[in-house]
């Protein structure tokens, strides 16, 4: 059982440049959801989707496209890269609709993009 | 819009030493209170979980609770060893799965 499988793991762009980080999960998980770790400021919620062809826009959406074809799948893209778009980027996935909301998520070991 | 602090940033204590984290955010309506354990360079592992209607959690030498209406949790680590040393987050659930995290305290455990 594989969990939550992010690629690539490290990635440097160029400022202007598109890339696409890959998120997958084999849980068969409904929810799933991407976040940007930066120093001093946590973990914020970019994009999440709580099935396949639903998707809704976090805390800081802008700059960040995503799509949800199938279950296991959620694609992060950057459409013009910018140097404040450098951080760790996390994917995370659980279940939804189980007792009081008691989600627990689970998440991929991060993807590290520096903009130059 | 829930805010969640957390002190202190960083804390370094001797090898056994019983140690609390804390935890403290701006609206009490939440679904769900989670602790994370964070290593350098990984991702994040859900350590425990309190559900809106519940006090505490428990799992081996860590308990968490929660108390709604001061707005705060803590997370307790008995016994506290090197292997311990990683940065600890809590993380509010206030609709779904939508989490809002603190920014963590970093725990150095020295042998």
């Known amino acids: 059982n594989a969990g939550v499988t992010q690629t690539p793991k490290f990635q440097v762009l160029k400022t202007g440049q598109s890339m696409t980080l890959q998120c997958a999960q084999d849980m068969n998980h409904e929810y799933m959801s991407w976040y940007r770790q930066d120093p001093g400021m946590g973990l914020r919620l970019i994009h999440y989707s709580v099935g396949a062809g639903i998707t809704d826009q976090g805390e800081v959406p802008n700059g960040y496209n995503v799509s949800r074809s199938t279950t296991e799948d959620f694609p992060l893209r950057l459409l013009s890269a910018a140097p404040s778009q450098t951080s760790v980027y996390f994917c995370a996935s659980s279940y939804l609709g189980r007792s009081s909301g008691a989600n627990v998520l689970t998440f991929g070991a991060g993807s590290r993009l520096t903009v130059l | 819009k829930q805010e969640v602090t957390q002190i202190p940033a960083a804390l370094s204590v001797p090898e056994g030493e019983n140690l609390v984290l804390n935890c403290s955010f701006t609206?009490?309506?939440?679904?769900?209170l989670q602790w994370f354990r964070q290593d350098p360079g990984k991702g994040l592992t859900s350590l425990l979980l309190?559900?809106?209607?519940?006090r505490e959690q428990t799992s081996g030498r860590l308990n968490a609770s929660l108390d709604k209406s001061s707005g705060r949790s803590t997370l307790y680590i008995a016994a506290s060893q090197p292997g311990d040393s990683a940065t600890y987050l809590c993380a509010l659930a206030t609709s779904g799965s939508r989490l809002t995290f603190g920014e963590g305290t970093q725990l150095t455990v020295n042998p």
């Open positions: 309190i559900q809106s209607s519940q």
């Open positions: 609206d009490s309506a939440i679904y769900n």
